[in-house]
């Protein structure tokens, strides 16, 4: 799941960002890079301070690369430091 990395509000409502490559790597851009309009997201608070952050349709992402296979975009995956438990 992507991180979170940057809060701040605009027009009184609070937005998140979300590393642009991992939405890349997920198949949730357009072809020219801007967000894919199509795609609807649900944001749904779990319990205070928590969200949760998923795609209405799962057709529309691309998870080979959590399955480990190479995904469509060509970004390197598993190229960060960190070991996974």
Request: charged share 35%; proline share 0%.
């Given at each position: 799941m992507p991180n979170i990395n940057k809060l701040s509000v605009r027009g009184g409502s609070g937005m998140v960002t979300i590393p642009k490559?991992?939405?890349?790597?997920?198949?949730?851009?357009?072809e020219d890079g801007a967000p894919d309009t199509d795609v609807q997201l649900l944001v749904k608070m779990e319990r205070p301070g928590e969200?949760?952050?998923?795609?209405?349709?799962?057709?529309?992402?691309?998870?080979?690369w959590y399955t480990g296979e190479t995904p469509k975009t060509g970004l390197p995956v598993g190229a960060g430091s960190g070991e996974r438990k």
């Open positions: 490559d991992e939405l890349e790597m997920c198949g949730l851009l357009a969200w949760r952050i998923s795609v209405l349709d799962e057709s529309c992402v691309d998870d080979s």
